[in-house]
């Protein structure tokens, strides 16, 4: 059985920063895309990191530059460094496990409950 759960946020200002984690069991995460989303009220998911099986990244443009994904292939687990946070990164933050290398939500088939992340000015 795949399952994924995130950990790792919290409330923090304006300029601060957070690490995610998505710890995953039912497969390697060496074997797939993995990914982080993030959905805010009243918006759509957005994919905001994806890392390849080699270790290759694809960032959006919003959170180009301030973000980095990373994985421990040994721990199985997902990271989602976030540093100059901002009040419009304030949203639900999902990990998730595909086959493709995309941002698109409908590339991926298992997703984790969530971690809200809260950036105050």
């Known amino acids: 059985q795949v399952q994924l759960v995130e950990s790792g946020g919290g409330s923090v200002q304006a300029g601060g920063a957070l690490r995610l984690s998505c710890a995953a069991s039912?497969?390697?995460?060496?074997?797939?895309?993995m990914g982080w989303f993030r959905q805010a009220p009243g918006k759509e998911r957005e994919g905001i990191a994806s890392?390849?099986?080699?270790?290759?990244?694809l960032y959006a443009d919003s959170v180009k530059g301030r973000f980095a994904i990373s994985k421990d292939n040994a721990k199985n687990t997902l990271y989602l460094e976030m540093n100059s946070l901002k009040p419009e990164d304030t949203a639900m933050y999902y990990c998730?496990?595909?086959?493709?290398?995309?941002?698109?939500?409908?590339?991926?088939?298992?997703w984790g409950q969530g971690t809200q992340v809260t950036v105050s000015s």
């Open positions: 998730a496990a595909g086959y493709r290398f995309t941002l698109r939500s409908p590339d991926y088939s298992y």
């Open positions: 039912g497969y390697a995460v060496s074997s797939v895309y």
């Open positions: 890392i390849d099986r080699f270790g290759d990244t």
